[in-house]
């Protein structure tokens, strides 16, 4: 069974940028999209984007969609997750995971979770 695993998370100061990555590992991406999502202490886990692994083509929540970009490596089972302008409350743990069936914003559409990579905004 293929297993996600996210990567690049850290501290960064408000207004810097961070790139995340998720990766498959035990072979190639085995759903036609992939979702990030990210979890914020007391709240629920919050969908971000989703991204064609075949397409690259990108659904984005609106909360994010102006300062956060999703992309695939071609040809690689990697995709990546690129954040601007970082605020104090994009602070979460942020979750990659493969897309199963039903709408794309939501996360009982998914399934085969990463752990997680912390992301921390100072002000």
């Known amino acids: 069974q293929v297993q996600l695993a996210e990567s690049g998370g850290g501290l960064v100061h408000a207004g810097d940028s961070l790139r995340l990555s998720c990766t498959a590992s035990?072979?190639?991406?085995?759903?036609?999209?992939v979702g990030w999502f990210r979890q914020a202490p007391g709240k629920d886990r919050e969908f971000l984007v989703s991204?064609?692994?075949?397409?690259?083509?990108?659904y984005y929540a609106d909360s994010v969609k102006d300062r956060f970009t999703a992309s695939r490596e071609n040809g690689k089972s990697v995709v990546h997750l690129q954040m601007r302008s970082m605020k104090p409350e994009d602070t979460s743990v942020y979750y990659c995971?493969?897309?199963?069936?039903?709408?794309?914003?939501?996360?009982?559409?998914?399934?085969?979770w990463g752990q997680g990579t912390q992301v921390t905004v100072s002000s």
């Open positions: 995971a493969q897309y199963k069936t039903g709408p794309y914003n939501r996360r009982t559409s998914y399934e085969s």
């Open positions: 035990g072979g190639a991406f085995s759903s036609v999209a």
């Open positions: 991204i064609s692994t075949v397409t690259g083509t990108t």
